[in-house]
């Protein structure tokens, strides 16, 4: 009987052992690639740390206005407009990147004129 309740008691610990030290989740990082800032609107492009995946940031946007991630030769990817009431910074979805490609971060007036500013494009190797 000793035998079995010893037994029991360690089948039961290994199991909270298991439950405890499991995996957490952690916050994702990212890295800016470029940046560029014309008439009070900055365009961001930044590549996520973990899955290598790119997105495109706008700063100080007005409603109406937009952020966009372009691929090499101005084929756009991604592209996100600003709602009203919802604050200056927009960021477009995340794209997965197929090395090797080149991405430009662009935002402001759709129409373009002087709120209207893109990144350089960056080239990314693996």
């Known amino acids: 009987m ?3 309740m010893a037994g029991l008691t360690s ?20 890295t800016l690639l470029a940046q560029n800032s014309k008439g009070g609107v900055t365009a961001k492009l ?7 995946a790119v997105h ?3 700063l100080n946007l007005r409603p109406g206005e937009m952020a966009r ?8 990817r991604a592209q996100n407009v ?11 979805s995340s794209v997965v990147v197929h090395p090797p490609e080149s ?6 007036s759709p129409a ?3 709120r209207f500013v893109c990144t350089v494009y960056y080239r990314i190797n693996r």
């Open 69 to 76: 991630l372009d691929l090499y030769q101005g084929i756009t």
């Open 82 to 92: 600003l709602q009203p009431n919802r604050g200056t910074k927009l960021d477009t």
């Open 103 to 108: 991405y430009s971060a662009c935002a402001g």
């Open 11 to 30: 089948v039961a610990t290994a199991a909270v052992l298991l439950t405890v030290t499991a995996p957490s989740a952690s916050a994702a990082t990212y």
């Open 46 to 52: 930044w590549r996520n740390n973990q899955t290598g």
């Open 112 to 114: 373009g004129g002087t």
């Open 2 to 4: 000793k035998s079995l």
């Open 56 to 58: 495109a940031q706008g």
